[in-house]
């Protein structure tokens, strides 16, 4: 299963990642959760300009079955929206880690990024849930 | 729905769909096949264009035997079951005196003497008490769930996958017709016309010892035209396009088959029936509420309990079910509004977790197959 959980993304326990490039984080959801969602449908996405803190909820996705709410790995201000995705929510299932990315934030607690998960303790949490 | 006790129960085909690659859900107390490996839109998709396989072995089978078991049958349940010809079914709901629902049933006539009715999983001890006590001493009740196992074969090229494996003459059963005994890839069988899905297709009734095998065999001739095995999330979404209720979301104690769209299914000039006097109030005044499908007109997706709002965001009703339509291409919903706002065309706000969507109530089904 190590291809699906990247060594080089962070990870939270709600099953978001994120991937670290200097001051700007790109966030999406892990295969674990795609798994769990199902065929993906639609997803809500904040603006540009919007910021968002660490937990807090900065959108949502549905699937065929049920919706559910996307927490932000880390604080920033969203510089960037995957918008595609709008029009190919399907991109969540098929590439979560690519084409499904969801939004690209500019840090403004660069510290936090040392709360998140490596992949080998993401999937060792998975481990320990699924028990 | 009832609260199931303990752990939940496993139908004959749980290792099956475990191979299959499914993911289980807890359905009505039973362990249940959520979605396959390909996921709730390709099967959905499959059943439309070809065969759908459905385990629907959690579903009860009720037996009625006896001089009198058609007068029990019409005193439980809404139909005109004297006028049904035997080999003939009918989906029929069974009413509480106060006009709320027991459960939505297909009653299948094999004789006089003998009835079967199929009901709701989470439902089946509920029915049969309710069904015991109301029959008194006219027919035996029997609750054959246990041994009798049911799968549903459903799309548009059912009748040319199932033909090989039967000598039944398919195409002379006609919607909502059955073969009281037939055999399948050598296993003893009812065949009916009926099913879930809005398209044309089968059930196929069989001994719980059986289902493994005719499973297989099914599984190959769906697979032989395209399709696959299917689960509940794509039987929800099939079910939900052709606009048929499902027994907890559109049909409760709380609802009556009137308020329901279910009118047709009432057949006042057939007799006696429980609830009976409270529905002829209910029609005389005319239901002060209704059950309205909708389309999504903003970008939302309405869900079950969800609240129907006016304009100030007072609550005026609230979602049953709804999810996007894979065939539709659209978001769809039924709901309970006040009756002048579930006429074809009316707006509706559905606030979907706190948001306000539009939607445009729409009459019929989502969905019709062709022909």
């Known amino acids: 299963m190590s291809g699906s959980y990247p060594n080089d993304l962070l990870y939270t326990k709600d099953h978001e990642w994120a991937r670290i490039d200097g001051t700007v984080a790109t966030i999406g959801v892990t295969r674990f959760a795609v798994d769990q969602l199902g065929d993906v449908t639609q997803v809500d996405l904040p603006k540009e300009g919007e910021k968002v803190s660490q937990g807090d ?32 929510p399907e991109n969540v299932n098929e590439e979560p880690y690519d084409e499904g990315w969801m939004i690209q934030i500019e840090l403004s607690k660069p510290d936090e990024v040392k709360s998140l998960l490596d992949a080998d303790a993401y999937q060792e949490f998975l481990r320990e849930s699924a028990e | 729905m009832e609260a199931s006790s303990g752990q939940p129960r496993k139908t004959p085909l749980y290792e099956a769909h475990r191979a299959l690659g499914a993911k289980m859900i807890d359905f009505g107390g039973w362990l249940m096949p959520v979605q396959y490996a390909t996921g709730i839109i390709d099967e959905h998709q499959a059943t439309r264009r070809a065969v759908g396989l459905f385990d629907v072995c959690h579903m009860g089978e009720v037996h009625f035997r006896g001089p009198r078991a058609t007068d029990a049958v019409q005193r439980l ?128 009734f069989a001994p719980t010892a059986e289902v493994p095998r005719l499973w297989d065999a099914l599984l190959g001739a769906a697979q032989a035209v395209g399709g696959k095995p299917v689960g509940l999330g ?122 306000f969507i539009e939607a445009e109530v729409v009459k019929g089904p989502f969905y019709k197959r062709a022909g």
């Not at chain 2, 006539?109 to 008490?129: G, P, Q, S």
């Not at chain 2, 001493?137 to 199932?162: I, K, M, N, R, Y």
């Not at chain 2, 005389?284 to 999504?296: C, H, I, N, S, W």
């Open chain 1, 57 to 88: 909820v900065f959108g949502s996705v549905e699937s065929v079955k049920a919706v559910s709410d996307l927490f932000a790995p880390l604080s920033g201000k969203v510089v960037k929206v995957n918008s595609p995705l709008s029009e190919s």
């Open chain 2, 77 to 204: 349940v809404t139909g005109n079951i004297g006028a049904l010809p035997n080999g003939h079914a009918a989906y029929v709901v069974a009413c509480y005196p106060d006009g709320g629902v027991v459960d939505d049933l297909i009653v299948y006539r094999f004789e006089r003497d003998h009835i079967l009715i199929v009901v709701n999983a989470a439902n089946v001890a509920k029915d049969v008490a309710w069904f015991r006590d109301n029959v008194g001493t006219w027919c035996e009740v029997t609750d054959a769930s246990d041994e009798t196992g049911l799968l549903a074969f459903q799309g548009p090229q059912a009748q040319q996958a199932l033909q090989p494996l039967t000598d039944a003459p398919l195409a002379t059963l006609k919607h909502h017709d059955f073969f009281p005994t037939a055999t399948v890839a050598g296993v003893p069988v009812s065949i009916a016309r009926t099913g879930y899905t809005a398209e044309d297709g089968f059930e196929l």
């Open chain 2, 234 to 355: 794509a039987r929800d979404t099939l079910r939900l396009e052709g606009r048929l209720s499902l027994y907890g979301n559109e049909l409760t104690n709380q609802t009556t088959p009137l308020e329901a769209g279910l009118g047709w299914v009432v057949k006042f000039e057939a007799g006696e029936f429980i609830g009976k006097q409270a529905l002829l109030k209910q029609r005389a005044e005319g239901p002060t509420r209704k059950l309205a499908g909708f389309v999504m007109v903003g970008r939302g997706i309405a869900r079950h309990g969800y609240p129907i709002v006016d304009e100030a965001g007072a609550r005026i009703g609230e979602v049953t079910s709804g999810s996007p339509g894979p065939t539709v291409g659209k978001n769809i919903g039924l709901g309970y509004v006040p009756a002048a706002k579930a006429e074809a065309g009316t707006r509706l706000l559905v606030d979907c977790r706190g948001k």
